[in-house]
C-alpha cells in the first residue's frame, strides 16, 4: 500500500475534482443528531464516502457518510455527516483520516461536536459544555507510526491544542443568543461499553467534567497538523453511577434530540462569526 501522503492527496484530489479549488473556511465534523445541519447549508455539494478513494467504511448502519461541502452564515464548510469511532474497530490512523484530508484540501479550522457522559454533578443533562482540554488515558493515540513530516512534527505540544480563541468566540455567541455554555475537560473512553461508575468517579478524580467515545483522536490529529480546534459536547446523559437508572443509547439519542436546535443555533452563531 502506498504511503500516507499519497492516500490523503488521491483523496482530496478526487474531492476537489467535484468540489472545485475554491477555498473552504471550516471543517466540522458532527456528532450524533447534528447532522441534519448538513442539510441547511446552502449551495450544497454531497459526497458519498463510499466514493472517495481510501476513505474508511461507515460500520454504522444507517449512519449518512457523507461529505456535504456548501455555505453556512456566508462560510464555505466542509461538513463530515457521519464519523469514524474507534470502538468500530478501525485503528485510530483511520478515524483521523478524513481531517488529514481536511488539512491537504487547506482547511486549517475544525469545529468538532458530540455527545457526551456529564460527569460534572453540578451539571444538567442537555447542558453544552466547550472542551477546554482532554483525557485519554489510553495508551493508542492516531500519530504512533512513521510521522508523517510534511503534515506535522513527530512531537509535538498538546497545551493548546483547543483554541482559547474559539472557546471565547463560543462563549460570546452562547451569550448572545441566550444559551448556557459550560466549559470543561473531556475524558475519552474507547468504548463501545459505557463506563462503569468506578471508571466515571475516577473520571472526576482526574478532573473530567464530560466522558466520551469519539473527538480525541482528531483534535490530536488536527493539533499535529496545526490546524485550530473547537469541539463542544453536549451532555446527552449524567454518567454512570450519577443517577439510579442504568444509560442507554436512547436517552442518548432522545436529549440529543430535545438540544439540536439549541445547539444547531449556537452553531451557526458561532460559524457567522468565525473570523479565520
Ligand atoms: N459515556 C460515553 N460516551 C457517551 C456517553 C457516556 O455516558 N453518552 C454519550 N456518549
Known amino acids: ?43 450544497a455539494i454531497t459526497i458519498d464516502y ?64 458530540n455527545a457526551a457522559g456529564c460527569v460534572n454533578t453540578s451539571w444538567s443533562q442537555g447542558d453544552l459544555m466547550v472542551i477546554s482540554d482532554h483525557i485519554k488515558l489510553i495508551s493508542d493515540n ?16 498538546m497545551s493548546t491544542a483547543y483554541s482559547k480563541r474559539l472557546r471565547n468566540l463560543a462563549h460570546t455567541c452562547a451569550g448572545k443568543i441566550g444559551v448556557t455554555l459550560r466549559e470543561g475537560i473531556y475524558q475519552f473512553f474507547a468504548g463501545p461499553s459505557f463506563e462503569t461508575p468506578a ?22 490529529a488536527a493539533q499535529h497538523a496545526s490546524m485550530e480546534v473547537l469541539g463542544i459536547s453536549c451532555m446527552t446523559n449524567m454518567a454512570a453511577g450519577i443517577l439510579s437508572q442504568p444509560l442507554n443509547h436512547q436517552e442518548v439519542l432522545e436529549t ?10 449556537l452553531v451557526r452563531e458561532i460559524v457567522k462569526e468565525w473570523e479565520q
Open 199 to 220: 471508571e466515571v468517579r475516577f473520571a472526576r478524580l482526574c478532573g473530567a467534567d464530560a466522558v466520551g467515545m469519539s473527538t480525541v483522536p482528531e483534535v490530536i
Open 256 to 265: 440529543g434530540e430535545r438540544v439540536k436546535h439549541t445547539f444547531i443555533s
Open 50 to 113: 463510499k466514493d472517495i478513494p481510501n476513505f474508511p467504511a461507515s460500520t454504522v448502519p444507517g449512519h449518512a457518510g457523507q461529505l456535504v461541502i456548501g455555505e453556512l452564515g456566508g462560510k464555505r464548510v466542509m461538513v463530515m455527516n457521519g464519523r469514524f469511532h474507534y470502538y468500530e474497530g478501525h485503528d485510530m490512523q483511520t478515524v483521523v483520516f478524513p481531517v488529514q484530508m481536511m488539512k491537504i484540501l487547506g482547511i486549517n479550522q475544525l469545529l468538532i461536536t
Open 142 to 157: 492516531p500519530m504512533r507510526g512513521l510521522n508523517e513530516d510534511s503534515l506535522g512534527d513527530r512531537f509535538f505540544d
Open 1 to 43: 500500500m502506498s504511503g500516507l501522503k499519497e492516500r490523503l492527496q488521491e483523496s482530496a484530489s478526487y474531492v476537489k475534482t467535484i468540489i472545485g479549488d475554491k477555498e473552504i473556511s471550516i471543517g466540522m465534523i458532527l456528532g450524533s443528531g447534528l447532522g441534519v445541519l448538513a442539510n441547511e447549508l446552502e449551495h
